[in-house]
């Protein structure tokens, strides 16, 4: 005997349908509270985070620097250039032209020569001059060598000559203390060579007269020249001798 119910009010068929909506249900119940907690902390977090950073600002008071406005400089502008007068001159005036003649002779010219007034040369006055610095020294009859060799050898045969000539044993009848004593003579030898301006200075006269009179005595010598021009040359000797008791 057939059932007389048909199929699709059967409700058994339809178990499975609502248990699929039951568990979508479920589930999308339990997405939604996970996701309201969620946005509960996070907001929370969120406003404790900003309630910290209000508490770590420090109170900065504010302050106003004033700035001062800066001109530019200005422009220095050069005065405009002044124009002096112009004055016209008129051309009427007649110029005198410098007329320039010409120095160049012609063959068949004669020349005319003037007198010549002859002028006096005066030749350079050279003075004496000490031995020390003269260029070349006055030559001492038998020395030969350069100009140190001439001068060395002038002196030490001055020295030997005077002591060779000087009377040593005046000084001792002249009634002198005992000691050394010191006879200073000058003397020229003049641009010729010869023994001039013989001068002397000594503890007794007599002593004088004898140097005088054996530097007077000395052979004639070739004359020092200075600039390559013969000249008078100064000559110091100093004369020493021990007095005896």
Same mark, same amino acid.
């Given at each position: ?63 106003? /620097? ?22 016209? =001159? ?38 004496? =001059?000490?031995? @020390? ?24 045969? =001055? ?8 009377? =040593? ?66 000559? @110091?000797?100093?004369? @020493?001798?021990?007095? /005896?008791?």
């Amino acid at each position: 005997m057939q059932s007389k119910k048909s199929t699709k009010s059967n409700l058994e068929n339809y178990n499975k349908l609502f248990m699929l909506l039951g568990l979508v249900l479920a589930l999308l119940l339990t997405y939604v509270a996970i996701e309201y907690k969620t946005m509960e902390d996070a907001d929370s977090q969120i406003v404790a985070y900003t309630s910290n950073l209000h508490d770590d600002d420090e109170d900065i008071p504010e302050t106003e /620097q004033e700035i001062e406005e800066i001109k530019p400089e200005e422009q220095k502008v050069a005065p405009p250039p002044v124009l002096e007068e112009i004055e016209v =001159v008129e051309d009427d005036v007649e110029i005198e032209e410098t007329v320039i003649e010409s120095t160049e002779t012609h063959e068949e010219e004669k020349v005319v020569i003037e007198e010549i007034e002859e002028m006096e040369i005066v030749e350079e006055v050279i003075e004496d =001059v000490p031995f @020390s610095i003269i260029e070349d020294v006055p030559v001492y009859p038998g020395c030969k060598g350069n100009k140190t060799q001439l001068r060395n050898c002038l002196s030490k045969n =001055v020295q030997k000559f005077v002591a060779r000539k000087f009377n =040593v044993d005046l000084a001792q009848d002249l009634g002198l203390t005992p000691g050394k004593k010191r006879i200073f003579v000058m003397f020229k030898i003049d641009k010729n060579g010869n023994i001039t301006g013989i001068q002397a200075r000594a503890p007794h006269k007599r002593l004088e007269a004898e140097a005088k009179r054996v530097v007077g005595l000395l052979p004639k010598m070739k004359p020092g020249k200075q600039r390559g021009r013969p000249v008078g040359v100064k000559y @110091s000797l100093p004369i @020493s001798f021990i007095v /005896q008791d």
